[in-house]
């Protein structure tokens, strides 16, 4: 396998030393840059996301930023089509599954696929950009319940009443559902690194709406036997969720090798709860690129400063960059963390 130049995304994975603290942004592919609007403007996300020349092309568009690693462009939805629960991405309102799951037969009939047969563009995809970077790439999937979440709820979701009515009602068809998408993204990711990815982050996004018991019961076995799998390979593991405050160190037990950290949590504070033989991944709020130049450095500093050197900080935001981010406040961050950092 080919590696990359510049590698010091994945030495802090490890924890290993740096010449400068590495960064990359959740979603540094997407609207806030002009040349992906342009690129929208011909496609539609699905085509872009399926087509692995305008994959490859679209994963390459941040690497002007200077950042430290790539992420393949796709999404975390794509396996749920192929798994017979088809969706679009209607304008302005986000992913509709067309039948949303309600029923243990509807579970049943969900088919766990082989990502080699169902999803051939995104191992293409991987297999076509790795020759084109200087820098790490990074695969990516979404875990199994906030993939449940889509399938139950049919689109986004304020309470995930629905997803939690299945959870707590049918704890049985809940766990069928959680293990059938367990098994579908541990088979994805394993296809993803042998395809040539560099590490892979799941996706837990909107986990942080459980308890620490309802995460233990309900999620934590099916997180676990993907990560052992996925982690057998050797690449960096990125855990990450949103509002994950209380779930901290559940998640850490669920494994990974790096714990992905929301914005609410102070770094040396989360450092302090998942303990010192992980690697960080975090945690500017993402709104803080959006008021000036000088408060998305400010912001930037603050999270240097919580990290304070510790080995194995990966700088991000807590959440992905929001499409009305001005790219010339990302570049300053980029900047900033790597001369601030520099050692
Ligand atoms: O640059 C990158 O980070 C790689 C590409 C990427 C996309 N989606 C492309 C995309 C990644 C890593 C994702 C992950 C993803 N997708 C998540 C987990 C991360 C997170 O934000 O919590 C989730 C929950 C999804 C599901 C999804 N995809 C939603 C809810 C939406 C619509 C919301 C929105 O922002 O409009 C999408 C669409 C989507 N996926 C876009 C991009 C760049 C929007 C851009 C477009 O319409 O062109």
């Not at 889509?150 to 309470?159: A, C, D, H, P, R």
């Not at 993907?226 to 057998?232: A, G, K, P, Q, W």
């Not at 609410?264 to 690697?279: E, M």
């Amino acid at each position: 396998m080919s590696r990359p130049v510049n590698d010091r995304f994945l030495r802090a994975c490890r924890r290993e030393p740096v010449d400068a603290t590495p960064v990359w942004f959740m979603r540094q592919a997407g609207r806030y840059m002009p040349e992906y609007r342009k690129l929208r403007e011909k496609h539609t996300l699905l085509e872009l996301c399926k087509t692995p020349e305008l994959a490859t092309a679209v994963t390459l568009q941040p690497m002007r930023l200077g950042v430290d690693a790539a992420i393949l462009f796709a999404d975390i939805l794509l396996p749920l089509e192929p798994m017979g629960a088809p969706f679009e991405f209607a304008k302005g309102e986000g992913p509709i599954v067309h039948e949303p799951i309600a029923t243990r037969a509807q579970i049943d009939r969900l088919r766990v696929i082989d990502p080699d047969e169902s999803l051939p563009y995104v191992l293409a995809a991987i297999r076509l950009v790795k020759p084109e970077l200087r820098v790490p790439l990074i695969g990516f999937a979404g875990a199994p319940f906030t993939l449940a979440s889509y399938l139950i709820e049919g689109g986004k979701s304020v309470n995930f009443a629905k997803t939690k009515k299945l959870m707590y009602g049918e704890p049985e068809a809940f766990a069928a559902l959680m293990g059938k998408l367990a098994e579908v993204v541990r088979r994805y990711l394993l296809a993803q690194i042998a395809a040539g990815v560099d590490a892979v982050q799941l996706f837990d996004s909107w986990v942080g709406e459980l308890s620490p018991d309802d995460y233990r019961q309900h999620v934590q076995p099916h997180v676990a036997h993907i990560l052992r799998d996925v982690s057998e390979p050797g690449v960096p593991v990125i855990h990450f969720g949103v509002g994950t405050s209380a779930l901290l160190e559940p998640m850490r037990d669920a494994g990974g090798t790096v714990i992905g950290v929301d914005y609410c949590t102070s770094l040396a504070d989360a450092w302090s709860r998942v303990g010192s033989d992980r690697a960080l991944q975090g945690n500017m709020d993402p709104c803080a690129l959006l008021a000036t130049r000088e408060v998305a450095v400010k912001h930037a500093q603050r999270v240097l400063d919580a990290a304070g050197g510790r080995p194995g900080h990966i700088f991000n935001l807590g959440h992905g960059i929001l499409p009305e981010t001005p790219v010339d406040h990302v570049q300053a961050v980029v900047e900033h963390v790597h001369a601030s950092s520099a050692r």
